[in-house]
C-alpha cells in the first residue's frame, strides 16, 4: 500500500497511542522503532506489533452465531449479510423509541472517532470499556477544576523542574500502559534533579527507581493525602498567593475544618505510613518548585473518589495546578464540527442503565463516566440495556464483574429470546467475549486503518492532533469498525452521514486547523501548537462553574462526599479473620493496556523474554508462617471465587498482601488460552458489595480479601 522504507504512524498496542516509525518491506511491516521527531519513543510491546500483525489467529471474515451464546460456534457469511443483520437489529430497536437502550462499549481514544457520530444519531451510550481505572480521578478533576476529562492524563513528566518531585501512587508506570513514553521522561526528569517517591504496597519496578519508596497499605493513599494537607495547612506550608486568588471562596476553610483532626498521627493509624514520614513528604512537597502525581487507580479497593479528591485538593492547596511539572490542564484544539450534527442521547441518569445498583435512586443525580461491566449484566436483567456493541474491549474476560456479565448475556425471557437482543463484538482475533457475540465481525490492526487521533492531551507532547495511516493491506476481508459504522450510519440516518468515508470525516474535522488528512500526512502525520500553555487560566478562568477551584462538593453532600473520607475502603475490614491477605492485582507491560490480542501474542508471551505465567507474589516471612515455600502451588479463595496456582516468594510486597497480576487467564487464542490465572475470577462480581462502588463513583473493585492455603 505504501512505498518500501520506513513510514510514521501511530501504534495500538496500549492506549498511550506513541507516534512510531514503521518499515513496510515488500508489503509487510517488519520492524517499528520510536518516532525520533516526536520524542522516539516505542516499547518493547509497540515492537511486537510486527507478530500480532502476522499472528495466525487474526479473523478475515464476518462470522455469524450457529450455536448458543457462550458456545462460540459460528459460520461465516458476506459484509452485505452482515450488515442486513446489524441494520435490522438497531432499526428494531430504534423504531420503538428505545435508542438510548444502546451501549457501544469501545475504547474512547479519539474524540474524532466516526463511532461517538453514530452513537450520537441512534441516541445510544458508550461504556469506555474500563470500568475500574481511572474514573474517580477523573471525577474529581472535572468537579475541582472543571479540567477536560482524558482516559488518562500523567502530569507533563518532561516539564518537570530540578528538584521537582514526581508522585508516583499505585501507578505501575515502568511496566504498565504508556511505558514507551511516561519512564524515559521520568528518567531524563530524574537525571535533572527531580525526586521519585513511589507509595506502593508493592516494590514495583516504579519502587525500583524510586529515591523513596513507601510501602503504604492498600487503600491508605486517600489517608496519607489528607494527613500532608493536614500538616500543610497546619504550618502554613500552603501557597496562599494560589488559593486566595484561585479557590473559590470558603472552600479553603472548609478543608480547613475538615483536616483539623487528621493529624499525620491519626492519618498513619490508617494508612500505615509512620507519622514522621507522613511529615517530611508534605514538607518535601510544600517546598518543592513543583510536584506532579499519578495514581492511575490509586490503591486498589476502590474507595477512588475520595482519593482523588484528596489528590486534586493537595495539588490545588500546594499551586501545582497547570504549572511545570505539575497537574496539566489540558486544552482544546479547534478541530471542526462534522456537520449537522446528530443531537446526542438523553441525559445518561434520566434514560441511561448509568446506576442500577440497591443505592440507584440515591445516585440517580449524580453522572459518573465509567460504566463498570457488572451495571451492564444489572441493566440486561432489569431490560434497560437490549443492545450491546463491543469494539476493543473483552467484558468476558477482562473486567470485574465478568462472570456476572456472561450469565446476563445469556438470560432468555419467558419466550426463550435472549434478554440483550443483539451482542455485535468487532476485533482482530477471537476473545471471550466473542464467543457471547451474535455476530464478529474481523477488524483493522493500528498499520491497517486510517484513524485520526485526537484527545486534548497526549502523553508524549501535551495536546495536538496525529494520523494513524494504513501501511500494508488487511487479510481477507478485515474492515475497521469506524468503517462498520459509517456504512451503518449511512443506511440508518443519511442526513447525518454526508461524508464519503472515514477519510472525508477526517478532512472535515481538519479544516479547523487549516489541515487534511493529506497534508497532516506530508507533515509527518502529527500537529501540534508546540507550547504547553501553562497556567492558563490566569485568562480564562478554570473550567468550573465559578471559574474557581471547588474544593467542596455540595452537590455530594447527602451522599457525603463533599469532602474525602479519611478510611480505608470497607473492603479493608470485611471478614478480616476468615480472608486475612489483601490480594492486589498489579500490571506488567507484556499484556496490559491492550484487548485480547496482546495477551495472545507469541512475543510477548515468550518465556525467555516476556511473560508466559504469572505466579502470586508473596512476602517471605507470611509464606513461612504457612509453611509455604517458593514455587509451590497455593489456593487463593476470595468470598467470590478462588485459583489454584503457584506464588513466588519475594520480600518486595507488603506481608499482609498478596500479588496477582492483572489480566491473565484468557481461555482464547492458540498462545493465550490456559496460560496463567485471572485476578477477576476472585473480585466480587455479583454485587455483594455493590454499595461501595457506588459511593466511590464507579470505580470497581480491583482488589479484594483472600485466604492463601497450600
Ligand atoms: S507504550 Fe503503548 S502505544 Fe507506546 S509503543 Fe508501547 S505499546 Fe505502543
Redesign the pocket.
Known amino acids: 500500500m505504501v512505498q518500501d522504507g520506513w513510514h510514521p504512524t501511530?501504534?495500538?498496542?496500549?492506549?498511550?497511542?506513541?507516534a512510531?516509525l514503521a518499515k513496510v518491506q515488500d508489503g509487510r511491516v517488519t520492524e517499528?522503532k520510536?518516532n525520533p521527531k516526536y520524542g522516539g519513543?516505542?516499547?518493547?510491546?509497540?515492537?511486537?506489533?510486527v507478530t500480532l500483525q502476522y499472528a495466525k489467529d487474526r479473523l478475515t471474515k464476518p462470522l455469524k452465531r450457529v450455536g448458543e451464546r457462550g458456545e462460540g460456534r459460528f459460520e461465516e457469511i458476506s459484509w452485505n449479510e452482515a450488515f442486513d443483520i446489524i441494520e435490522e437489529k438497531l432499526r428494531s430497536l430504534y423504531d420503538r423509541g428505545e435508542g438510548h437502550k444502546l451501549t457501544y462499549s469501545f475504547f474512547p481514544h479519539s474524540l474524532t472517532d466516526p463511532k461517538w457520530h453514530f452513537l450520537n444519531a441512534y441516541g445510544g451510550y458508550i461504556n469506555t470499556g474500563l470500568p475500574h481505572c481511572d474514573s474517580g480521578k477523573i471525577v474529581s478533576e472535572i468537579k475541582c477544576w472543571g479540567g477536560i476529562p482524558n482516559h488518562h492524563i500523567p502530569p507533563a513528566w518532561f516539564t518537570m523542574p530540578k528538584d521537582g518531585i514526581i508522585l508516583l501512587v499505585g501507578r505501575h508506570a515502568f511496566g504498565c500502559?504508556?511505558?514507551?513514553?511516561?519512564p524515559r521522561d521520568i528518567m531524563e526528569a530524574m537525571d535533572r534533579g527531580a525526586k521519585l517517591i513511589v507509595v506502593d504496597p508493592i516494590f514495583s519496578p516504579d519502587a525500583a527507581k524510586a529515591d523513596w519508596w513507601i510501602p503504604i497499605r492498600p487503600s491508605g493513599d486517600t489517608a496519607l493525602f489528607l494527613g500532608m494537607i493536614h500538616h500543610i495547612i497546619e504550618n502554613d506550608l500552603y501557597d496562599k498567593k494560589f488559593v486566595e486568588e484561585w479557590v473559590r471562596e470558603g472552600d479553603f476553610d472548609k478543608v480547613k475544618a475538615h483536616v483539623k483532626d487528621m493529624t499525620p498521627e491519626a492519618m498513619s493509624a490508617i494508612c500505615d505510613v509512620p507519622a514522621d514520614d507522613i511529615r517530611r513528604l508534605a514538607v518535601m512537597c510544600a517546598e518543592a518548585p513543583a510536584v506532579g502525581v499519578d495514581g492511575f487507580k490509586s490503591i486498589m479497593l476502590g474507595q477512588a473518589l475520595d482519593f482523588g479528591h484528596a489528590w486534586s485538593i493537595f495539588l490545588a492547596i500546594t499551586g501545582n495546578l497547570d504549572n511545570p511539572g505539575g497537574q496539566p490542564i489540558p486544552e482544546l484544539t479547534p478541530l471542526s464540527p462534522v456537520e449537522p450534527q446528530p443531537p446526542g442521547p438523553p441525559p445518561l441518569n434520566e434514560m441511561g442503565f448509568h446506576r442500577t445498583g440497591p443505592n440507584r435512586d440515591a445516585f440517580r443525580n449524580y453522572s459518573f463516566i465509567m460504566e463498570p461491566t457488572w451495571y451492564e449484566a444489572q441493566a440486561i436483567k432489569d431490560g434497560s440495556l437490549k443492545i450491546l456493541l463491543v469494539t476493543e474491549a473483552n467484558p468476558a474476560l477482562t473486567e470485574m464483574g465478568s462472570k456476572e456479565w456472561q450469565k446476563a448475556v445469556c438470560m432468555k425471557d419467558a419466550n426463550g429470546e435472549y434478554m440483550l437482543e443483539f451482542l455485535l463484538n468487532t476485533d482482530i482475533m477471537l476473545s471471550e467475549t466473542a464467543k457471547y457475540a451474535d455476530l464478529v465481525l474481523p477488524d483493522q490492526t493500528h498499520f491497517e486503518r486510517y484513524e485520526l487521533l485526537y484527545m486534548p492531551w497526549w502523553?508524549n507532547f501535551g495536546h495536538g492532533v496525529l494520523l494513524r495511516q494504513p501501511l500494508v493491506k488487511a487479510p481477507g476481508e478485515a474492515m475497521h469498525s469506524n468503517l462498520v459504522f459509517i456504512e451503518i450510519g449511512k443506511r440508518m440516518f443519511p442526513e447525518y452521514f454526508q461524508f464519503k468515508d472515514d477519510v472525508e470525516y477526517y478532512d472535515i474535522q481538519l479544516k479547523g486547523l487549516g489541515l487534511s488528512v493529506e497534508k497532516l500526512k506530508a507533515m509527518g502525520g502529527k500537529w501540534s501548537p508546540g507550547t504547553m500553555g501553562f497556567r492558563k487560566y490566569r485568562d480564562g478562568g478554570f473550567g468550573t462553574p465559578s471559574g474557581t477551584v471547588h474544593l467542596y462538593w455540595e452537590d455530594l453532600e447527602e451522599v457525603g462526599q463533599q469532602l474525602p473520607r479519611a478510611i480505608l475502603a470497607p473492603e479493608y475490614d470485611a471478614d478480616v479473620e476468615e480472608y486475612p491477605f489483601i490480594m492486589i492485582s498489579y500490571r506488567r507491560?507484556h499484556i496490559n493496556?491492550?484487548g485480547p490480542w496482546?495477551s495472545n501474542n507469541a512475543q510477548l508471551r515468550d518465556p525467555a523474554s516476556g511473560q508466559s505465567t504469572n505466579p502470586a507474589i508473596l512476602n517471605p516471612a507470611a509464606a513461612a508462617k504457612l509453611g509455604i515455600g517458593d514455587g509451590d502451588t497455593v489456593t487463593i479463595k476470595s468470598r467470590t471465587g478462588e485459583l489454584r496456582m503457584p506464588v513466588r516468594l519475594t520480600e518486595h510486597i507488603r506481608p499482609d498482601c498478596v500479588g496477582i497480576m492483572h489480566g491473565f487467564g484468557a481461555t482464547v487464542g492458540r498462545v493465550a488460552a490456559g496460560a496463567g490465572h485471572c485476578d477477576n475470577e476472585l473480585i466480587p462480581d455479583a454485587g455483594s458489595h455493590l454499595e461501595w462502588q457506588d459511593l466511590i463513583g464507579g470505580e470497581a473493585h480491583v482488589s479484594t480479601r483472600v485466604r492463601i492455603t497450600r
Open positions: 501511530v501504534c495500538y498496542q496500549c492506549k498511550a497511542e506513541c512510531i517499528v520510536g519513543k516505542a516499547c518493547v510491546k509497540g515492537m511486537a506489533g500502559l504508556d511505558d514507551a513514553c511516561v502523553y507491560i493496556g491492550t496482546s
